[in-house]
């Protein structure tokens, strides 16, 4: 093998090499230190001090910040975009917003400037999942199976894939994955039949946003934790409440101690007590 060989195979797993390295996440989270927030990177660095009231996920390239009981907006460099001058203020949708000062509504865009309209259509992508052409059937015994569909016809034609053996048998399109009651108890099960989250929760419900399915709320004495979309169990019931942040890949919790913090789906917690 000659040297032009040599260098073409290098330059080959050199690049073979590059692709395989990760990319680095650049999103900043909302975090908590105590009871001030600023934002942080996925390893939780501090990248924006925490001298905040509170701060809200990135939306449109701009970070909602609350100072002195009032909204602004900043970028990523932490510098204020848009003064913090707004009673009330929620976030980019898409390039303009609905804020208030007092008793008064009007939209600015993403300079600030006051504008006449917007458009906030949330849109719609939801995907099917593989339980599409399934059906939940109740049995003699008043247990609840499911049936595949063979054929859709003025006869359809159904195979048994789990038995009725359940109280209740939940789920959705946006889903693979089932909600189901044995004795009392609620866990997640495929369509196999298969045991993902083991029966041992009093409530489960599916989080899905305008997009997508975000995963599981899982109850326990009281308490909430949280299964991702692949029903991995990534955050233990230990919080009073678990909601999806609108549009962002971030959960939105309450601690035992009545204070927010936010923590991502695969269970990283942006916050300090």
């Known amino acids: 093998m000659n040297k032009k060989i040599y260098a073409a195979v290098a330059i080959s797993l050199s690049l073979i090499a590059t692709a395989f390295i990760a990319i680095p996440d650049k999103t900043l989270y909302p975090f908590r230190s105590k009871d001030k927030w600023g934002y942080c990177n996925h390893d939780k660095k501090i990248i924006i001090p925490c001298t905040y009231d509170e701060t809200f996920p990135f939306k449109r390239d701009l970070g909602r910040i609350k100072t002195n009981n009032k909204f602004g907006f900043i970028n990523s460099k932490g510098e204020i975009i848009i003064q913090p001058i707004y009673s009330d203020a929620g976030d980019f949708i898409n390039d303009c917003i609905a804020v208030k000062i007092n008793n008064e509504s009007f939209i600015i865009d993403k300079t600030g400037n006051q504008v006449q309209g917007c458009n ?30 063979k054929s859709f016809s003025a006869n359809p034609d159904f195979d048994t894939i789990i038995q009725p053996i359940y109280d209740t048998l939940i789920t959705n399109e946006q889903t693979q994955f089932l909600i189901a009651k044995l004795k009392g108890n609620n866990g997640i099960i495929n369509k196999q039949n298969n045991s993902l989250i083991p029966f041992q929760y009093d409530e489960i419900k599916t989080i899905i946003d305008a997009e997508a399915i975000i995963g599981f709320t899982l109850t326990k004495k009281k308490l909430i934790g949280f299964a991702d979309k692949n029903a991995k169990l990534t955050v233990i019931p230990k919080f009073l409440e678990i909601k999806q942040y609108y549009k962002s890949n971030l959960l939105q919790i309450k601690t035992t101690d009545n204070k927010t913090g936010y923590v991502h789906p695969d269970g990283t917690e942006f916050f300090e007590n």
């Open 120 to 149: 906030h259509s949330r849109g719609n992508d939801y995907s099917n999942g593989v339980l599409e052409n399934t059906k939940i059937f109740k049995g003699k015994n008043n247990k609840y199976g499911l049936l595949s569909i």
